[in-house]
């Protein structure tokens, strides 16, 4: 099969791997050459997603029997177009238009599906802001409606904060929509994903639940399994089997959850492979994400997935700046028991980039804190230099 896969960052690159191992034909797309995806791709395309026109060109050039987007920043009207050309667009073109802007998802989720969420507003001026704060009480969060990775996101504690608060979101906007989600801060115990795998002729199937700690808006750690009680993991399942189900199609998605003393909280909905997911390739499970995203879509059958081993991943940062970043520690790293990384290969670097990820792994019963912890520590051993 012909795969476009429309954004070309770590985690395309994870699955334009998983898809090279099973004989598939990947084109892998971005804004700018040598993104990580296309350094293992079959070809590539260097285009403005954003742009209907550059998108329409590329896909009746390829034509694909799949397009897989990885980022929100796409023109993803296009896709029910693509649809009626006999494309499979993944998960669906309404799940993928749907996710791309936190307003649908999250309307989808309370409004049509009556989920749990938090209190929230809508915002397309810091006028605008202001009245959502006052609806919503402070604290509460900022977010733009088309980001990722944190970008653009931020807590209100003050009346001061709110003209930054807008501002930044602006700023960390992704794509061409103005508008931003305010919600009312839930006092949660622990936040999970639940990596849930839609399978178009086969039952619904559920990852162990993974915990993740995010700075900045972007995830820091994340480990797996999460500590949850049955009654809850039963609950966020249920969430995340209806939104899935409302949203059409085959795919792994990352569904986030808060745990807090009041019950479970849908929080967002990514229709991909979830950044704090990377923990699978530390070989917590038969399948990593990536494998599981892959089959689902094939429709190759998934009989099971089953928790093989405790893991952690922690991200490794750049600091600063630089047009030719390097390396230096990869041997420390590298003497370390059960332990693994990835250098994503990202050809630029910025202050609090994410380019690489250390892995560690251990037996179920030993302590899930020990593990995030070895993960932590070996994440520092490695520095990008500018």
């Known amino acids: 099969m012909?795969?476009?896969?429309?954004?070309?960052?770590?985690?395309?690159?994870?699955?334009?791997?998983?898809?090279?191992?099973?004989?598939?034909?990947?084109?892998?797309?971005?804004?700018?050459?040598?993104?990580?995806?296309?350094?293992?791709?079959?070809?590539?395309?260097?285009?403005?997603?954003?742009?209907?026109?550059?998108?329409?060109?590329?896909?009746?050039?390829?034509?694909?029997?799949?397009?897989v987007p990885e980022i929100e920043a796409i023109r993803t009207e296009r896709f029910y177009d693509y649809e009626k050309q006999g494309i499979a667009v993944v998960p669906s073109a309404k799940a993928a238009n749907f996710t791309m802007n936190r307003k649908a998802i999250r309307d989808l989720a309370s409004k049509e599906l009556g989920l749990k969420t938090a209190n929230y507003r809508y915002a397309t001026t810091a006028d605008e802001l202001q009245k959502?704060?006052?609806?919503?009480?402070?604290?509460?969060?900022?977010?733009?409606?088309?980001?990722?990775?944190?970008?653009?996101?931020?807590?209100?504690?003050?009346e001061s904060d709110i003209e930054k608060a807008w501002n930044y979101a602006v700023e960390g906007s992704r794509g061409?929509?103005?508008?931003?989600?305010?919600?009312?801060?839930?006092?949660?115990?622990?936040?999970?994903?639940?990596?849930?795998?839609?399978?178009?002729?086969?039952?619904?199937?559920?990852?162990?639940?993974?915990?993740?700690?995010?700075?900045?808006?972007?995830?820091?750690?994340?480990?797996?399994?999460?500590?949850?009680?049955?009654?809850?993991?039963y609950e966020a399942q249920d969430m995340a089997e209806k939104?899935?189900?409302?949203?059409?199609?085959?795919?792994?998605?990352?569904?986030?959850?808060f745990l807090a003393d009041d019950g479970v909280y849908f929080s967002e909905l990514s229709p991909r492979p979830?950044?704090?997911?990377?923990?699978?390739?530390?070989?917590?499970?038969?399948?990593?994400?990536?494998?599981?995203?892959?089959?689902?879509?094939?429709?190759l059958p998934i009989f099971e997935?089953?928790?093989?081993?405790?893991?952690?991943?922690?991200?490794?940062?750049a600091s600063e700046?630089?047009?030719?970043?390097?390396?230096?520690?990869?041997?420390?790293?590298?003497?370390?028991?059960?332990?693994?990384?990835?250098i994503f290969g990202k050809p630029t670097s910025r202050s609090y980039r994410r380019m690489g990820v250390a892995l560690v792994n251990d037996t179920l019963e030993t302590s899930i804190e020990e593990i995030v912890e070895r993960a932590k520590k070996a994440a520092s051993l490695v520095t990008v230099n500018s």
């Not at 999970?192 to 972007?218: K, M, S, W, Y």
């Not at 390097?326 to 990835?342: C, H, M, N, Q, V």
């Open 2 to 67: 012909k795969i476009l896969l429309l954004g070309s960052g770590e985690l395309g690159k994870e699955f334009v791997i998983a898809a090279q191992r099973i004989g598939q034909i990947v084109i892998a797309v971005d804004s700018y050459e040598n993104a990580p995806a296309m350094q293992v791709a079959h070809d590539f395309e260097v285009i403005n997603m954003l742009d209907g026109e550059a998108l329409d060109r590329i896909v009746a050039k390829h034509q694909p029997d799949f397009i």
């Open 132 to 158: 959502g704060v006052e609806a919503v009480g402070m604290p509460c969060v900022v977010k733009p409606l088309m980001s990722s990775s944190g970008k653009g996101q931020s807590t209100i504690k003050t």
């Open 176 to 233: 061409d929509v103005v508008e931003v989600i305010v919600e009312a801060f839930v006092k949660f115990n622990s936040e999970i994903t639940l990596l849930t795998v839609v399978q178009n002729n086969n039952p619904t199937l559920f990852c162990a639940p993974i915990g993740h700690r995010q700075e900045r808006g972007d995830y820091q750690e994340s480990w797996q399994p999460a500590r949850i009680s049955d009654a809850a993991l």
């Open 243 to 257: 939104v899935t189900e409302a949203l059409g199609g085959a795919g792994l998605f990352g569904v986030e959850f």
């Open 274 to 299: 979830h950044d704090t997911g990377m923990v699978t390739l530390a070989g917590t499970q038969n399948f990593n994400e990536f494998e599981l995203h892959l089959r689902a879509i094939l429709s």
């Open 305 to 317: 997935i089953t928790l093989e081993k405790a893991g952690a991943s922690a991200v490794i940062l």
């Open 321 to 342: 700046n630089s047009t030719n970043p390097t390396y230096t520690g990869i041997e420390k790293i590298a003497s370390l028991p059960k332990t693994d990384f990835r």
